[in-house]
């Protein structure tokens, strides 16, 4: 009888543990996004389904800005830019009368926006080129380190999804290789993305500036140089899939028009697939954006109307930040 009484106690006790177990995305609530999510893992993890996929062939693509965190007032790299080029000014007296930089270096965003894509480059080749890999990754963590938010005072590393977090580490423990394909600079993400996300360097594709390799006291190192070399964003982030990842994946995720080539190259594949995107539709939690469905349009980021339809034609999964996600960042009560 001891023995039995015990062996009930313990069970007892051990049940709510178990429960929380069996539940992989906790964050997330429950309802027709997350089941959706769980029903392709299974289907395409089980041996001796119709959908069985080889783990080497469980590849899923993730967009980081407003994907895997927070990108909004502005996408963090655009913080980052913003405070080189406040660093670098006093070394170029002329960026006071210079476009974009006087505008930047003024807070007048308009003035920065008019330069458009050709004024966006020049702030990038100027404040990201001009140095080794080895020394631009250093600047990267320096900043990182202790850069916050402005609307949150939250370092940014603490303005990841919990539900993607916890999307990545459930893909994973069912033999996924998650990858990061963003149009934000690949050598940027590549400084922190595995201490974040738990995806190492090797597992990051991104837009990138040219190196070249050069002998600098007597050590060989590679020299960021002021020219594109690839733009990772729409079409260019299937061409990045292909020509650094090698396998076409069979899940992918993304949050707005920048990333609907990327979903549409995962579902022409053959087999089972799955697509999904963000729409962030909670003002009270985080920020209320798109433009489908009504909500108000930002600056750098696009879910347009004629995307949310597409997507509904396609049977891609659209997630709302405000009814899927149960929590949106860890630090929520």
Known sequence: MKSFLTKILIALLLFPIAAFATD??????DGPAKQSIVNFVE???KPGSPDFVPVPERIATFDNDGTLWCEEPLPVQLFFLIDRVKALAPQHPEWTTTEPFASLLKGDAKGVAASGERGLMELIMSTHAGMTTVEFEKIVNDWIATARNPKTGKLFTEMTFQPMLELLAYLRANGFKTYIVSGGGVEFMRAWAERVYGIPPEQVVGSSIKTKF?????????VRLPELNFNDNNGGKAVGINEYIGRRPIAAFGNSTGDKEMLQYTQGGSGARFELLVLHDDAARETAYGPARGLPNVPLVHFTPELDEYAKQNGWIVV???NDWKRIYAFEK
Do not use: A, Q
């Open 24 to 29: 992989p995305l906790p964050s997330w609530n």
């Open 214 to 222: 050069e002998i600098r006291d007597g050590k060989p190192v590679l």
């Open 320 to 322: 709302s930040t405000k």
């Open 43 to 45: 289907k395409v993890t």
